[in-house]
């Protein structure tokens, strides 16, 4: 008696299934454009925001690299630091916004009794 081949899904057969992995070739890349590929241009405010961001990433690319029992406080450090950077970006565009506020509201015409 011939036993049966099971595949790496328990599917019994010869034939490849959906689940083969490297049996075919590789998948092309989706014709659509990213998030980050947008025709739109980047004004500062994004671009400070999207740095932080990328800083962040490649922090947490780095933990990868330490010992298993320091990865816990270094993901610790990078959510800090990028709690913080977030936050001094946002009090700087408040700092920033102030002045517009304020002469807004000086130009503003009187209201009317």
């Not at 034939?15 to 890349?29: F, M, Y």
């Not at 709690?83 to 916004?97: G, M, N, S, T, V």
Request: glycine share 6%; hydrophobic share 30%; proline share 7%.
């Amino acid at each position: 008696m011939k036993k049966r081949r099971t595949t790496r899904a328990g599917a019994i057969g010869k034939g490849s299934t959906a689940n083969d992995r490297g049996t075919g070739p590789a998948t092309s890349a989706s014709p659509a454009h990213s998030a980050n590929e947008s025709d739109e241009p980047i004004d500062e405010g994004d671009a400070a925001e999207f740095e932080i961001e990328i800083e962040f990433r490649r922090r947490l690319m780095g933990v990868r690299q330490l010992p298993r029992r320091e990865r816990s406080q270094a993901r610790r450090a990078a959510r800090e630091w990028r709690r913080i950077a977030l936050k001094a970006l946002r009090e700087k565009r408040r700092y920033e916004r102030r002045p517009r506020f304020v002469w807004r509201q000086q130009t503003r015409p009187p209201a009317p009794d």
